[in-house]
């Protein structure tokens, strides 16, 4: 007789799962999803590239020093810090802003203007929920050091060749500039120690009821005829110079359709001295996609040199997300592998061996099943399982006649064909 | 009159030297870095494809349960460890296998045998020397749950298959197993507590004098007549059957050139349970380049299930160094773009945005110069400083005639063509 203490194994089972979980807010990346990510990440480098930027790293930890303060204290505390094995106060990667003006202050020899794009993660430890993460992958694009609006111009174009080349059937680049806000609260006399609290209230306007703005902004001490005059003055709002310049610019460089200015753009950030753009992806509801704008003083501000900059942040996660959940890209695969050649015996291991060299040599993506003792049905099975969709079966009848039979398994399909006609045969038909 | 404190100053310059600069022993990838890493890491993803092997991703932090404890208390002193904002015990990944096994772990409903591959930073805080470096590129190949043959000679010829396409012009894979190091100490009577210290002791015939070794033999107790039937073991000694059946299969899969049986061969760690393989790269002399070999209890032992398996680590870093340093790869630019289309003045602008955005249309990778007052001297000598090969100049007569400019900034030759014809001549000459 054995006497089991229930408690105890249920305990030892739980810390079992505890030692085996991925951390809250932290996840694994399957093979599916990095399909997807990698199709993502592979389209957006090669606009970056086409538009000749060119692509930067930096180390994932950083003093303190470089990383604290800069956004304000409840931006410090989403920071992960710790005391490294050297005694030195480190911190990990909260943006890619920060390093940025690292980056351009440790290597003045840099060309300017500086075309840099950088794809890495950052982590805050930001409270979990649906969709948002720990660790967030960011895609950063920007100019830094010229004061053009040529440079502007260059960043709308890329944030629209990027929504189109991630096919998102519907959107629009929203734009604006700190200066048409700045009138519309000059206008209406509104105290200049209000403005930013002002406008970061009529930024709300894209989700919530006017009349709750108004209600906001009433709350915030605004006259009721202040409230009026900012209204009336962001209607009849047009572009400022500088803006409108950027505008045609951007029409020039392909982006023109897709922008549509939009005066009570503001964005939560303080830190945009000029034009200001978001994108909005409409189909599928999913809302912003981009964020950016130009920012002449914040390197300086974040430690670097005093440089003008423009750039853009491109939700990576977001746009991945989105794309692998509702299954947008109808014809990408849950795995990059195209085709399984299956192992018959022991005795015949050796030709299927020759066969998936001789695809892989074709540049086809192929597995060769690693187990001589499994039966067919097992193999067939695992394929299916992981969304290959070919298969090739070399059995002894095959190897005599020297054939191979090809079976698609999304239809079905099945035929005998030459061995020599299998390359042929795989590359008409993906 | 001012006074100023020369000390006082220096202290303040170097302060901010200090704010400013990377942490010891982690580095920045400049452009002309990330375009051979990204080379490196495009050409290795695209034959782990090929192979049919699927890519993962795990989170950079995880519980300190799963990542100590795992491979003894120097590696535990390595890693980076603190405590998150929710008072979790949390650590930096250290390697690409701990989070394999809980990868494993979490996802019982993979498909086995599981071929993933994983290309990932890992840290450890190291003593940073020349070459090693506390963030570190790792890249990892690894099929679980197959204890066949077939899935050795798998991983042996995506290795030929990475050293080929990195174009080493001289290279070899060495291959033994733990099974013939175990007979020749069976065969010399050495007592089984002192195998694993005497074959760590083997393993370094490839550095040191034969002399040297027999020394530390000695040293570590081992009788004289004893160390001579070691030798004398290891010469005669042919692979066991199962490193003899890879070996056929590795042939048949196309690296039958690269491998070379070497039964001295026996690699640091102690958890490898079948063959171990090494790749050495003579030219330029950079040593081993990738480590592996069959790990059939290691899952287990790091938490995870009691999966067989096998794999390597490709050592990305080093790789990429290399080339990089030696300007191994003559064909390489220092940047991924073609062309700057200059721009000639205010009224210009215009005509070379349109060009760029058809250049870019094309495919071809182009930056505009995003500055309109900048003379065109100045935008050459950026040109040549960021390595872009290729001007396109479209002045007032240019204009008028419908015609560009078109200069190699290698060469000097320069060329006044139709518009129409720039982009078939920048398609034959790049």
């Known amino acids: 007789l054995i006497i089991l203490d229930i408690n105890e194994i249920i305990q030892s089972l739980q810390m079992d799962m505890t030692k085996m979980q991925t951390l809250k807010g932290f996840r694994d990346f399957l093979p599916e999803t990095m399909v997807v990510r990698n199709e993502v990440i592979g389209k957006l480098r090669q606009i970056f590239e086409k538009y000749g930027f060119d692509e930067i790293q930096t180390p994932t930890l950083e003093y303190q020093e470089v990383l604290l303060g800069k956004y304000g204290e409840e931006a410090d505390k989403l920071i992960y810090l710790f005391e490294d094995q050297g005694q030195r106060n480190v ?77 998102f059937p519907s959107f629009r680049i929203r734009v604006n500039s700190r200066q048409v806000l700045f009138s519309s609260m000059e206008n209406a006399k509104v105290e200049k120690n209000m403005w930013l609290s002002a406008i970061q209230t009529i930024d709300k306007l894209d989700k919530k009821e006017k009349e709750e703005v108004e209600k906001e902004l009433s709350e915030k001490g605004l006259a009721n005829e202040q409230i009026k005059d900012i209204f009336t003055s962001l209607i009849n709002a047009k572009p400022d110079q500088y803006l409108a310049q950027v505008i045609e610019i951007a029409e020039k460089l392909g982006a023109g359709d897709s922008l549509k200015f939009d005066s009570t753009l503001a964005r939560g ?21 981009t964020g950016g704008g130009r920012y002449d003083h914040l390197l300086k501000a974040l430690g670097g040199p005093d440089l003008p900059a423009v750039g853009t942040t491109i939700g990576l996660d977001r746009a991945a997300d989105v794309i692998e959940e509702l299954h947008l890209w109808k014809n990408l695969n849950r795995t990059t592998t195209s085709v399984l050649v299956t192992v018959f015996n022991n005795n015949l291991f050796g030709e299927s061996a020759l066969v998936a060299a001789n695809l892989r040599e074709n540049g086809i ?3 060769l099943y690693p187990d001589e003792k499994a039966d067919l049905r097992k193999q067939f099975k695992y394929a299916d399982k992981k969304g290959v969709e070919w298969l090739v079966v070399i059995g002894p009848d095959e190897v005599e ?18 061995l ?9 038909k993906t």
Chains 1, 2 share one sequence.
Do not use: H
């Not at 300017?112 to 694009?141: A, M």
């Not at 020599?420 to 008409?428: F, H, Q, R, V």
């Open 91 to 167: 911190g990990m990667r909260y943006d890619l802003t920060i390093p940025l003006a690292r980056f351009i202050a440790n290597y003045p020899d840099l060309p300017k203007p500086f075309r840099r794009f950088q794809l890495q993660p950052v982590w805050r430890s930001d409270k979990p929920q649906k969709g948002r993460y720990r660790e967030i992958y960011q895609c950063d694009v920007d100019i830094v050091g010229s004061p053009s609006p040529l440079s502007d111009a260059e960043i709308l174009a890329i944030i629209n060749d990027s929504l189109k080349t991630l096919e």
């Open 401 to 418: 006649k020297n054939m191979v039979v090809l079976k698609n398994l999304k239809t079905g399909e099945q035929d005998e064909i030459k």
């Open 269 to 289: 950030l303080d830190y945009y001295t000029g034009p200001i753009f978001e994108s909005v992806v409409d189909k599928p509801k999913i809302g912003s996609i």
């Open 365 to 367: 993506n192929t597995e």
């Open 420 to 428: 020599e006609k299998l390359i042929p045969a795989l590359n008409s």
